[in-house]
């Protein structure tokens, strides 16, 4: 008993917004405060702009049907905390839903506002079902109830999870569309060589594609040698004063290139590298002699992305550097067994962060869901990225088949798990709800 009124006392907006979306009360004989017979028809949407908190409600107050916004507070009296009264935005509200009625609400033109107060009306097991999910000390608050989770809302979430995810991913593609007049070459260019980052690297990698220019490259796409002296000039690679004979015929091509097309000295340092441990395979010198071998055969143009259609057309290329680095993973130093090409896990990275983003965003340009549809496939082949969050699942007992799961996961914790978003993931509703574990 004392549990459940600390849990009375501790009520909080947000799981009165849970409890009106998911209408979680006793309707029987429902009346309003000032004691007419109320029929809720409709509790309308959560509203994420300004003004109440729900919209489009419908309701039925004795024979009259009204219809417009709700405002949820835990106790009346917030109305009056909160200025409503002085807000005519606030005008229209057709009904105040309440934990507790401690004071009559009304509006800026003095009209009381039928009130529904709730704390007689939701079922104690919910309150506890809550509280148990808003006090999980674990790092996914809902793992002590992973036994009762619904295959049907984990898979729910998780789809909705990889949809969102790709779909934000995509949002930058569409920035990036925007800023470079929906050359989608350009960005195809710009977000492949963003990825070749590879998380530590990555904004050094954006500034070099960004430092040379595609129409260069493009020209220059037959001559490995060349091309690996544009990059690895423009990334500051090549200031040192002494080298291997390869190295100073890099330098030689790039001071020929450099005055060729006017480049400004210096855009790049070589300092602007992350080497901090990383394996020599991860070396941003070998990243990018694969970066220039993906631009000397392929070219790499948006078409290649938009006429694939499996992710083995991608993962399937063997991407490998000039001779040079068949035994350097750097300039100067030798590594005993390497391997110079790119790897699959690595190829497989591309097409989750780049292809699949490009042909979402493309989807939704064109108004041709396929490609949205093939951006999923593509990562249901792929295999799941290993990651800590993919192996707790996994640990936990989740089933994790492809990168699209993985994905959806990573999602899950960071945007909801991490935010302790319970209320609004598919999951915890049916935890909140009861609901048996078919
Ligand atoms: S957000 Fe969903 S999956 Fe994450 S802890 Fe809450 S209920 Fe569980």
């Known amino acids: 008993m004392i549990l459940l009124a600390v849990i009375i006392a501790s009520m909080k907006e947000e799981f009165l917004n849970f409890i009106w979306k998911h209408q979680y009360f006793d309707k029987k004989r429902l009346e309003t405060y000032q004691g007419e ?55 229209q509200v057709v009904l105040h839903v309440v934990w507790v009625n401690n004071a009559n609400a009304k509006t800026s033109n003095g009209r009381e ?10 079922k104690t097991d919910l309150l506890l079902r809550h509280q148990k999910l808003r006090k999980g000390n674990s790092r996914v608050p809902c793992e002590p109830q992973f036994d009762r989770i619904p295959d049907s809302s984990f898979q729910r979430m998780l789809d909705q999870m990889a949809c969102q995810r790709l779909k934000r991913k995509s949002r930058e593609v569409v920035a990036s569309l925007d800023r470079h007049n929906y050359d989608w070459d350009q960005v195809t260019y710009l977000a492949l060589g963003k990825n070749f ?37 423009q990334a500051g690679f090549l200031q040192r004063v002494t080298g291997d004979a390869y190295y100073l015929r890099l330098q030689k091509e790039y001071e020929f290139i450099k005055k060729k097309y006017s480049f400004k000295p210096g855009l790049m340092k070589k300092e602007m590298w992350k080497y901090l441990r990383l394996r020599p395979s991860n070396f941003p010198s070998l990243r990018i002699a694969q970066f220039v071998s993906m631009m000397h055969l392929e070219g790499f143009r948006f078409s290649d992305i938009r006429e694939a259609v499996t992710a083995g057309q991608f ?4 991407v490998k550097p000039s001779s040079y680095w068949d035994d350097h993973y750097d300039f100067g130093k030798k590594w005993g067994v390497g391997r110079s090409t790119l790897g699959l896990s690595s190829r497989e990275n591309l097409v989750i962060n780049t292809v699949a983003p490009l042909l979402v965003a493309y989807a939704n340009y064109t108004g041709q869901p396929e490609f949205h549809a093939r951006a999923i496939e593509m990562m249901k082949e792929i295999p799941p990225e290993q990651n800590r969050i993919v192996a707790y699942w996994k640990e936990k007992g989740f089933g994790v088949s492809s990168a699209y799961y993985s994905q959806a996961l990573i999602e899950l914790n960071n945007q909801y798990c991490n935010l302790r978003k319970c209320l609004d993931c598919f999951i915890g509703q049916s935890l909140l709800a009861g609901v048996p574990k078919p």
């Open 197 to 233: 980052g590879f998380h530590l690297n990555t904004a050094a990698f954006e500034t070099l594609v960004s430092v040379v220019p595609l129409p260069i490259v493009r020209k220059m796409r037959s001559g490995i040698v060349q091309l690996e002296a544009l990059f690895f000039g």
């Open 113 to 122: 506002i039928p009130t529904l107060e709730l704390k007689d009306r939701v």
């Open 315 to 318: 993962t399937e290329k063997v």
């Open 37 to 91: 017979v109320l029929q809720v028809l409709n509790p309308g949407q959560i509203n994420v702009n300004s003004g109440p908190d729900f919209s489009n409600a419908r309701i039925k107050l004795g024979r009259t049907s009204w219809a417009g916004p709700t405002e949820i507070h835990v106790r009346s009296s917030d109305w009056y905390l909160h200025q409503h009264h002085k807000n005519p935005a606030f005008d």
